[in-house]
């Protein structure tokens, strides 16, 4: 079947309390885990549309910007060039980059190293996550007023420093609410929350976003960046 893109920027059965993650207590209703993150998919869906953005942390700031294609989702930077593309396929995706006209994986290592000297990896800019075949929805939770699916997706290799990486979905329009990011040791280091959205052809699409990095398994935050996206314009 072929897969829908989706955008992000960016599951897995309950976890026992002594991997240290919170239950979420709403009962699992009639969408699956799957079809969940299939909703995420078809609301961010933009294949006509290139985006610009930045990623912003003190006083740097990161220009971007990223299309959307069929199989494909590309971002580029400037000073210096770089594209990192997130290829699709049926069997599973694939994390390249282009520099100096020459093309190659991004290698495993490099997942967890933040973008241009920002809280945002190369795992949260692809939003490889989505695409991580186990998925378990554990329930529902309300975010700012917006009634949310709650998805645990597992990491099915050990490459990146996310082992399991919890999604809220808003039930009415699919876009992404929050993300909670774990460590192999289960312990919650990175937390995304999305602070603003804004509409286009009737899909949700993120506008601003909040990274924070935590000390592992703690509430003291050791680094944040803000990810944003203008209006897009259609090619």
Same mark, same amino acid.
């Given at each position: 079947?072929?897969?829908?893109?989706?955008?992000?920027?960016?599951?897995?059965?309950?976890?026992? #309390? /002594?991997?240290?993650?919170?239950?979420?207590?709403?009962?699992?209703?009639?969408?699956? *885990?799957?079809?969940?993150?299939?909703?995420?998919?078809?609301?961010? *869906?933009?294949?006509?549309?290139?985006?610009?953005?930045?990623?912003?942390?003190?006083?740097?700031?990161?220009?971007? /910007?990223?299309?959307? #294609?069929? /199989?494909?989702?590309?971002?580029?930077?400037?000073?210096?060039?770089?594209?990192? &593309?997130?290829? +699709?396929?049926?069997? $599973?995706?694939?994390?390249?980059?282009?520099?100096? $006209?020459?093309?190659?994986?991004?290698?495993?290592?490099?997942?967890? &190293?933040?973008?241009?000297?920002?809280?945002?990896?190369?795992?949260?800019?692809?939003?490889?996550?989505?695409?991580?075949?186990?998925?378990?929805?554990?329930?529902?939770?309300? +975010?700012?007023?917006?009634?949310?699916?709650?998805?645990?997706?597992?990491?099915?290799?050990?490459?990146?420093?996310?082992?399991?990486?919890?999604?809220?979905?808003?039930?009415? /329009?699919?876009?992404?609410?929050?993300?909670?990011?774990?460590?192999?040791?289960?312990?919650?280091?990175?937390?995304?929350?999305?602070?603003?959205?804004?509409?286009?052809?009737?899909?949700?699409?993120?506008?601003?976003?909040?990274?924070?990095?935590?000390?592992?398994?703690?509430?003291?935050?050791?680094? #944040?960046?803000?990810?944003?996206?203008?209006?897009?314009?259609?090619?």
């Amino acid at each position: 079947m072929k897969t829908h893109l989706t955008f992000l920027f960016l599951a897995v059965a309950a976890l026992t #309390q /002594s991997m240290g993650f919170a239950n979420v207590a709403t009962a699992a209703e009639e969408l699956t *885990a799957e079809q969940i993150v299939s909703m995420v998919h078809r609301s961010r *869906a933009l294949n006509d549309y290139d985006l610009n953005g930045a990623l912003t942390k003190g006083e740097t700031v990161v220009p971007f /910007s990223v299309r959307l #294609q069929d /199989s494909l989702i590309e971002f580029k930077f400037e000073n210096p060039r770089q594209h990192i &593309n997130l290829d +699709i396929t049926e069997t $599973g995706y694939r994390l390249k980059e282009v520099t100096a $006209g020459t093309t190659k994986e991004v290698p495993a290592a490099m997942y967890a &190293n933040g973008v241009r000297g920002t809280d945002m990896t190369y795992d949260d800019l692809s939003m490889r996550y989505l695409f991580w075949p186990k998925k378990v929805k554990i329930g529902e939770e309300t +975010i700012r007023t917006q009634r949310c699916y709650v998805v645990d997706l597992y990491n099915p290799q050990k490459l990146g420093e996310y082992y399991l990486v919890r999604i809220f979905v808003d039930k009415n /329009s699919g876009g992404l609410m929050r993300l909670n990011c774990f460590d192999w040791n289960g312990k919650k280091i990175k937390a995304c929350f999305v602070t603003e959205g804004m509409k286009v052809e009737g899909r949700t699409l993120l506008k601003t976003m909040e990274v924070v990095r935590y000390t592992p398994g703690t509430d003291k935050a050791v680094g #944040q960046t803000t990810f944003e996206l203008k209006k897009p314009q259609k090619r």
